[in-house]
T-cell receptor, first 118, second 111 residues
């Protein structure tokens, strides 16, 4: 079964509202999680690194005030898309590994969350 | 800045044929991953390659890594329709779990 779970799987929201996506590691603690965004027929783009107990590290070009990341516990990271607009509609995927310090350690991906902003 | 390029972007092939997908990356890395993605779904891990010359095989898929050339290949042998999907390579970057994805190769296998 899944070891990294995302919720919700699908969400439709109105323009201008905020929406929160959760990423949970189910049977291990993850000090680091990663958030990706994937537009239709495109690759996964790394948005940010979520660090437990500290601020997230954002990739170049990703607005930190728009995509709020909170990693309040060792098993949960949340991504909040604030003031969402139709161009934010995308597939959002998180990932985590049991030991982020070991190269080659299995990286688990969540099931993904489809966001549609209308 | 790490860049990962896949080639080709789209591939349509007949069942029973062989083909290779290429993944080039721009800077030194200690790990390379191959994933499969079906439409509307998340990623399925296929291979993790950690050392120069590493070769791994699973069914009709075989992956290899040449760290000196910064090149990985995913070889498909005697393709079957069930292998139709998008295949991504991804390269490790910075911390052990941070990876950067290639553009993906959309593979369509026809009877």
């Amino acid at each position: 079964g899944a070891v990294v779970s995302q919720h919700p799987s699908w969400v439709i929201c109105k323009s201008g509202t905020s929406v929160k996506i959760e990423c949970r590691s189910l049977d291990f603690q993850a000090t680091t999680m990663f958030w990706y965004r994937q537009f239709p027929k495109q690759s996964l783009m790394l948005m940010a690194t979520s660090n437990e107990g500290s601020k997230a590290t954002y990739e170049q070009g990703v607005e930190k005030d728009k995509f709020l990341i909170n990693h309040a516990s060792l098993t949960l990271s949340t991504l909040t898309v604030t003031s969402a607009h139709p161009e934010d509609s995308s597939f959002y995927i998180c990932s985590a590994s049991r030991d982020s310090r070991t190269p080659g350690n299995t990286i688990y991906f969540g099931e993904g969350s489809w966001l549609t902003v209308v | 800045e790490l860049k990962v390029e896949q080639n080709p972007l789209f591939l349509s092939m007949q069942e029973g044929k062989n083909y290779t997908i290429y993944c080039n990356y721009s800077t030194t890395s200690d790990r390379l991953y191959w994933y499969r993605q079906d439409p509307g779904k998340s990623l399925e891990s296929l291979f993790v390659l950690l050392s120069n010359g590493a070769v791994k095989q699973e069914g009709r898929l075989m992956a290899s890594l040449d760290t000196k050339a910064r090149l990985s290949t995913l070889h498909i042998t005697a393709a079957v329709h069930d292998l139709s999907a998008t295949y991504f390579c991804a390269v490790g970057y910075s911390s052990a779990s941070k990876i950067i994805f290639g553009s993906g190769t959309r593979l369509s296998i026809r009877p």
